[in-house]
């Protein structure tokens, strides 16, 4: 047994909280009072136990510790249960639909989009002409931009029509799952207004919420007024208050290529910042004298600057730790940071069990478990005795040891690494830091215009230097190794390796080593199956791309995409849909290609691999026979006519890509149920795919 267990206690309580999350998430399938019967039962089991003889207890000592590890892991079904709002009886989505409107409360400022503003919001009442109900919930509103859109502040109320939809998933291979995003969020629905279908039916409400959130806006307009740059003013705002809507995708996706994304999500290093900052400076006051105050006030404070940032995960593990840290020296305790980081994620899951599946908290997780664990070992395998050369081997030694367990999950999660992440950091890390302070000075004095005037262009040109030194390296053709695919299974595996490996280091056992190198083949032969299955690879595939017509052949690694010509395809389309599924397939553009065509108005045919794809957008044909069809694919303004359709075609399979109208896919279905014919609705049902 490893020495961890006993000097860091949280860790054995983490893995059945852990195992608990899972289990619910995976299809628990008792209710939550019987959960709670479950808990009360393993809880009397335990009381019984230590009613038993001491040397009992002693010999049985064991199974105490079973009993408890299940207590645990079945309290976390049982929060995870209370925290679904599906199973809360007044939630909006077991009784919505036989409503007109709904009463609803913003609880963000409204987000810019392309044609859109979007808020989310509290539902509170469903309402139609005859009766009303209050409910609970939370939804996604997307607003018809105008000036009245524009004008909705957080805690104001409005009544909207009832448009509710559920979100789901567009199953496009490899792309972000938006509606598992959502679901872990506890948001299943979303709606489109247009100005005449919501008016406002209150003014603002104060709340805990939009005070801090008017907080975050204040400190923007200050942000704003005196950092003229609209590229600065994007990163100062993420910097200083984690606001990064006005950041272009441009420069969020050169700071990811170089590896520096870090720096402009608030994170644990500026909660570090912040505590020890306001630490240091109470103590500097004459009056308090008593260093427990200070500490009290520093913790105070700095939950404070989280709820302005909108406590994102993991500013909140940041937050809890160093609350748990503030807590040891006040009772002039010396910390264990490793239990205290085990303990922080321990309190985070027991509040919200969600962020288990936060992307943000596991990276966060995983880089201060990296510094904690790597971090004095790297630095002291090289003795610097010059102290500016020193404090640059400091920082190297960080660097180096927060990317030991972060590279696996950054690579399942966003199939790059950056090469140049060394180089980027030892510039970006002490210059952000100072950039921060500026901006919280510049917050501080900002009253005085004078000296506003002369922080803001400081702040100003040093982010954009930054910038023009991040875009440089992230041009170079080396800057990032990008385009790899790992699976969940092989992401698991490589951490397995790195924890025996490790532990090899430090014991010099050879078991460790052999069991790492049978680790090491067994990764070796899932990459060489995954790479078979790549070279076995034929697949149909029709991409769910709104109001798109999008086909693609897949033959092994090589890919021909079939472009709507009336519409190309945007860069966003692309970049959100086209190269994920290009990742995850390993597959890239065939410059000769894969299929035979004849794209005859109206009907365009494809042959592929013996099958025969039709395509059509309208009913205005006429064929003398019956075409056989392996796959029809409807598209855009084809009329709901399927007998007349099926007249001229004879399909086996019928597929409606993404490009038909809502309003028409319902025709569509009703007509469809009613044939002997399989037929797939991609924005319903997702990506169409097929493998041959």
């Known amino acids: 047994m490893f020495p961890l267990w006993k000097e860091s206690p949280f860790i054995r309580l983490l893995f059945p909280i852990i195992f608990g999350i899972l289990i619910y998430k995976l299809g628990w399938k008792f209710s939550v009072n019987t959960t709670a019967v479950i808990c009360i039962l393993i809880l009397v089991s335990i009381f019984l136990f230590n009613r038993l003889k001491d040397f009992i207890q002693l010999k049985l000592a064991w199974v105490q510790g079973i009993l408890f590890h299940f207590l645990i892991l079945f309290c976390a079904i049982l929060i995870c249960g209370y925290h679904d709002v599906k199973n809360d009886k007044t939630w909006y989505g077991h009784s919505?639909?036989?409503?007109?409107?709904?009463?609803?409360?913003?609880?963000?400022?409204?987000?810019?989009?392309?044609?859109?503003?979007?808020?989310?919001?509290?539902?509170?009442?469903?309402?139609?002409?005859?009766?009303?109900?209050?409910?609970?919930?939370?939804?996604?509103?997307?607003?018809?931009?105008?000036?009245?859109?524009?004008?909705i502040r957080s805690g104001n109320f409005l009544l909207v029509r009832n448009q509710l939809k559920q979100i789901i998933t567009t199953g496009n291979p490899g792309a972000f799952d938006y509606a598992a995003y959502c679901a872990n969020q506890n948001i299943y629905h979303t709606a489109f207004l247009k100005s005449s279908e919501w008016i406002t039916v209150d003014t603002l409400a104060s709340t805990i919420s939009s005070f801090f959130q008017s907080l975050n806006q204040k400190s923007r307009i200050i942000l704003e007024k005196y950092i003229k740059n609209p590229d600065a003013l994007g990163i100062a705002e993420a910097l200083l208050v984690g606001y990064r809507l006005d950041i272009d995708d441009t420069t969020w996706q050169a700071y990811t290529n170089t590896g520096i994304v870090h720096i402009i999500a608030i994170s644990g290093m500026h909660m570090a910042m912040i505590y020890k900052s306001v630490l240091w400076l109470l103590l500097l006051i004459p009056t308090i004298k008593n260093k427990k105050w200070a500490i009290i006030l520093s913790v105070l404070l700095m939950w404070t600057f989280a709820c302005i940032t909108g406590l994102p995960?993991?500013?909140?593990?940041?937050?809890?730790?160093?609350?748990?840290?503030?807590?040891?020296?006040?009772?002039?305790?010396?910390?264990?940071?490793?239990?205290?980081?085990?303990?922080?994620?321990?309190?985070?899951l027991c509040a919200n069990p969600s962020f288990l599946f936060d992307v943000g908290f596991q990276l966060s997780f995983l880089a201060v478990l990296s510094l904690i664990s790597f971090y004095q070992p790297i630095y002291e395998k090289v003795n610097v005795s010059n102290k500016l050369l020193d404090l640059a081997w400091q920082l190297t030694a960080v660097t180096l040891a927060a990317q030991i367990l972060t590279f696996p999950i950054c690579i399942?999660?966003?199939?790059?690494?950056?090469?140049?992440f060394l180089i980027t950091n030892m510039v970006a890390v002490p210059l952000t830091t100072v950039i921060l302070y500026l901006e919280i000075l510049l917050i501080c004095l900002s009253y005085f215009t004078s000296i506003g005037a002369v922080l803001g262009i400081l702040i100003n040109e040093s982010i954009l230097k930054l910038n023009e030194f991040v875009f440089y390296l992230s041009h170079l053709k080396f800057s990032v190794w990008s385009g790899i695919q790992i699976n969940f299974a092989q992401t698991i595996l490589l951490y397995i390796f790195l924890t025996l490996f490790v532990v090899w280091l430090k014991q010099k056992k050879a078991n460790y080593f052999i069991y790492s190198l049978i680790i090491v083949f067994i990764l070796s032969v899932s990459f060489m199956v995954q790479r078979i299955q790549i070279f076995r690879q034929n697949k149909i595939i029709v991409y769910n791309i709104s109001k798109q017509k999008s086909l693609e052949f897949l033959y092994q690694n090589q890919y021909e995409f079939i472009a709507d010509q009336s519409a190309s395809i945007s860069m966003k389309d692309s970049f959100y849909t086209l190269i994920p599924a290009h990742i995850f397939y390993q597959s890239q553009k065939n410059n000769i290609p894969l299929c035979a065509q004849n794209q005859t108005t109206p009907i365009e045919l494809f042959r592929f691999q013996q099958k025969t794809i039709g395509r059509i957008e309208s009913c205005h044909f006429n064929c003398e026979t019956p075409i056989p069809l392996d796959i029809l694919i409807i598209s855009q303004k084809c009329e709901e006519n399927i007998d007349y359709i099926l007249k001229q075609i004879n399909p086996k399979q019928?597929?409606?890509?993404?490009?038909?109208?809502?309003?028409?896919?319902?025709?569509?279905?009703?007509?469809?149920?009613?044939?002997?014919?399989?037929?797939?609705?991609?924005?319903?049902?997702?990506a169409f795919i097929m493998d041959i």
């Open 96 to 151: 919505f639909e036989g409503y007109d409107y709904l009463l609803i409360q913003a609880k963000t400022p409204p987000e810019e989009k392309e044609k859109t503003y979007k808020i989310e919001a509290e539902i509170f009442e469903l309402k139609n002409e005859h009766q009303s109900k209050e409910v609970k919930g939370t939804a996604f509103f997307y607003l018809q931009k105008n000036e009245k859109s524009q004008q």
């Open 313 to 348: 995960a993991s500013v909140v593990r940041a937050a809890c730790m160093f609350s748990i840290i503030a807590f040891g020296d006040i009772q002039d305790k010396k910390s264990n940071t490793l239990n205290m980081l085990f303990a922080s994620a321990f309190f985070m």
């Open 412 to 420: 399942f999660y966003f199939h790059q690494f950056p090469l140049l």
């Open 654 to 686: 019928i597929v409606i890509d993404a490009s038909v109208p809502f309003w028409k896919i319902e025709n569509w279905a009703e007509q469809l149920q009613s044939k002997n014919i399989p037929y797939h609705i991609v924005a319903k049902q997702g």
